[in-house]
């Protein structure tokens, strides 16, 4: 079982560009969630999906950015038109689907370091 | 709303001393889970203990222990014997059986060891 598999590592992005973030849970695992974290800061919930649907995206910001967990692929996390604020690390996590599982808290991906120039 | 609040921006403590970092939150659910998550300077997100709020018995794994006052909506961290590889970022984060189930996440507690 390889874990959560968060790519790229590392994007670098000019100002306006499209960064796409990729996010495979570990197999079994049917919730995806998405963290965003500021330096020195903790991680901020932005969206929950779940296969093909959003469960809750109030995290997310209104504008450029979007989720999206198809029924075949990763999870993406695509944020248009890139700011020097989104400059960031974005985690994914990944969670069974009983309810059982909520004890289990959820297994991290690396991470990807969004830098924007 | 959940709220999570660390207080200690940062902490640090002797190698092989004991340190407490606490954690205080606010929620209006009475099932639950509480955890704590270290994160290294690698960025991976560690889970280093959970926490049953129905359960009044301290949660412990090894060296790691919790004080869990449910009354007071205290969550703190004990780490004996401190370690060097023990030097993250950690954070303690409670979870809630109902809507997304999404983990809340504190500003985190830099805890640094001394040789």
């Known amino acids: 079982n390889a874990g959560v598999m968060q790519n790229p590592r590392h994007l670098v992005r000019r100002r306006g560009q499209e960064a796409r973030l990729r996010c495979s849970p570990m197999k079994g695992h049917s919730h995806v969630y998405w963290y965003r974290q500021l330096p020195e800061e903790g991680l901020k919930f932005m969206v929950y999906?779940?296969?093909?649907?959003?469960?809750?995206e109030s995290g997310m910001p209104k504008e450029r950015f979007s989720a999206e967990f198809p029924k075949e692929g990763p999870s993406i996390l695509r944020i248009q038109q890139v700011v020097r604020g989104d400059s960031a690390a974005y985690f994914c996590?990944?969670?069974?689907?009983?309810?059982?599982?909520?004890?289990?808290?959820?297994?991290f991906g690396s991470g990807t370091r969004l830098t924007v120039v | 709303a959940q709220t999570v609040t660390q207080s200690q921006p940062e902490m640090s403590v002797q190698e092989a001393e004991t340190v407490t970092l606490s954690c205080t939150y606010d929620t209006s659910e009475s099932d639950y889970y509480l955890f704590w998550y270290k994160q290294p300077p690698s960025r991976q997100m560690i889970l280093v203990i959970r926490q049953e709020a129905y359960k009044q018995q301290n949660a412990t794994e090894n060296r790691f222990s919790v004080n869990f006052q449910k009354a007071a909506k205290s969550f703190s961290l004990k780490i004996s014997d401190s370690q060097l590889g023990d030097a993250a970022m950690y954070f303690c984060?409670?979870?809630?059986?109902?809507?997304?189930?999404?983990?809340?996440f504190g500003q985190g507690t830099r805890l640094t060891i001394n040789p």
């Open positions: 999906l779940q296969k093909e649907n959003i469960i809750d």
């Open positions: 984060a409670p979870r809630i059986f109902q809507g997304a189930q999404k983990l809340v």
């Open positions: 996590a990944s969670s069974p689907l009983w309810t059982g599982a909520v004890g289990k808290g959820y297994t």
